[in-house]
């Protein structure tokens, strides 16, 4: 069944423009075509004739979606991306996702597209020429690493690994893992303490910053893919960094703006992965409630049973309430409100759990068939419960909405849950 996309009243004209004709793309180019697209890429039984079907296919989209100036949301125009606000992006990507993988097909791959807006923002001239374009023409890969299995990484404050500045080199140590990509990436962006050599070094950690690393260079020991979910092997990988040298011109921005720059990557980007899981929601929704519609269990319809009722009552209730809190957030951070940054963590918290319930029941509904690879619901499942750790834990994230809450109250005035 197609996505449903109809004018927003409340939108203006381009961007329920810029809705309709990406759901034209999902509807007519990928859904059709959504087994060829990926199985092929899953399983080992595929022949290559069906790989190579697939290949020129996305091509082929690909090329519908550059024609339709769709191409690369995330992007300014004078890097061949869109140039699209805010609130135009948040609201493409809910339309995007609705078919899982979609966004790959309109230029977004993480963890690329989060390193190229962190070049194009903090990326010398050289730099950009160097890393940025190949990215974006597609001819080369990244990844980015900043997790360490010997640190937790819901607190980016304890990570250790080491940049030693040597003439005209970082000499970089350290051990890292699930670095995303890491199999295919030709450089990574290594997030480091840069060693401090004033006289209170010792009791000072050491400023953060992001270094660019080729992946062949010398010291760079990629240690496995890490299976995941029972598979074994996975493209997240573990990184050993055993006295890398880079140039000193390959820091990105200056030392000490790591964090910042690492805080850009995953900021307000929380609200586009939120949208992306609600596109995905309503997907998994429309699975759902058109399954119940045709399937006969114990003398009628699915549609019938007040069980299932319930599931879809309540399914409707957690999209409803994901979307218009993601949407209300999106807003505060368009109208640059500093108070959005508790509502990007409450939507962090909340959209991942009701993604994991809505999908919870789809698949309860389609019974077996709900956890075959035959639907996109067993993998919009692990997706939504990997959620919940990556961009930061709900735990992180709860406590950062309790402190700007008590915060408030600290300061002689109540929550305004009007702005
Ligand atoms: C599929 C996948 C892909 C990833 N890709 C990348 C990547 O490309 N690059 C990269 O650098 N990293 C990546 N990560 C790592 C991810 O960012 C981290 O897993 C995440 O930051 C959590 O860190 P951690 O795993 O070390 O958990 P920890 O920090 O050890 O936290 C574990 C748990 O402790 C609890 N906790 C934490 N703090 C508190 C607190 N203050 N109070 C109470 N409880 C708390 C929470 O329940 C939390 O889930 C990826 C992870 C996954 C699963």
């Not at 069906?50 to 550059?66: C, G, N, T, Y």
């Not at 919009?380 to 961009?391: I, K, Q, S, V």
Request: glycine share 10%; proline share 4%.
């Amino acid at each position: 069944m197609p996505m449903n996309v109809k004018p927003i009243a409340t939108l203006d004209e381009r961007i329920n423009d810029i809705r309709g004709r990406t759901a034209e793309i999902v509807n007519t180019h990928i859904l059709p075509n959504e087994s060829k697209l990926w199985n092929s890429r899953r399983s080992a039984v595929y022949e290559e004739a069906a790989r190579q079907e697939a290949r020129v296919l996305r091509e082929d989209i690909k090329q519908e979606v550059k024609k339709a100036g769709l191409w690369a949301p995330h992007l300014p125009q004078e890097y061949g991306g869109m140039g699209l606000d805010f609130l135009a992006h948040a609201y493409m990507n809910e339309v995007l996702a609705y078919a899982l993988g979609a966004a790959s097909l309109f230029g977004v791959v993480a963890p690329n597209s989060g390193n190229q807006t962190i070049l194009v923002k903090y990326g010398t001239e050289e730099q950009k020429q160097q890393w940025l374009m190949p990215l974006i023409d597609g001819v080369m890969e990244s990844g980015f690493s900043m997790t360490e299995p010997h640190n937790p990484g819901s607190d980016p404050r304890s990570l250790d690994t080491a940049a030693v500045r040597d003439g005209d080199e970082w000499v970089i140590n350290g051990h890292k893992w699930f670095t995303s990509n890491g199999l295919a990436a030709d450089f990574f962006i290594v997030m480091v303490r840069v060693q401090d050599d004033s006289p209170d070094a010792t009791t000072r950690p050491g400023q953060m910053a992001q270094i660019i690393v080729p992946t062949d260079n010398p010291g760079v020991e990629i240690v496995r893919g890490i299976g995941i979910w029972g598979r074994d092997s996975s493209d997240h990988c573990e990184v050993r960094y055993n006295d890398v040298r880079v140039p000193i011109e390959n820091i990105l921005g200056a030392v000490g703006q790591g964090h910042q720059a690492a805080q850009d990557r995953l900021g307000a980007g929380r609200v586009f992965h939120c949208m992306n899981s609600i596109g995905q929601m309503w997907r998994a929704f429309d699975l759902m409630v058109e399954r119940t519609t045709t399937r006969k269990v114990h003398g009628g319809l699915q549609r019938d049973k007040q069980f299932i009722q319930g599931f879809i009552a309540d399914s409707y209730i957690d999209i409803q309430a994901a979307r218009l809190m993601t949407i209300h957030c999106a807003e505060k951070v368009d109208a640059g409100l500093k108070e959005a940054r508790t509502d990007i963590s409450a939507i962090k918290v909340f959209v991942p759990e009701m993604y994991h319930r809505v999908v919870d029941r789809a698949i309860q509904v389609w019974g077996a068939a709900g956890v075959s690879n035959d639907l996109p619901l067993a993998g919009m499942y692990m997706g939504a419960r990997t959620l919940r750790l990556a961009d930061g834990p709900d735990e992180v994230h709860k406590i950062l909405i309790a402190k700007n809450v008590l915060g408030r109250y600290d300061s002689g005035e109540s929550w305004d849950f009007g702005n």
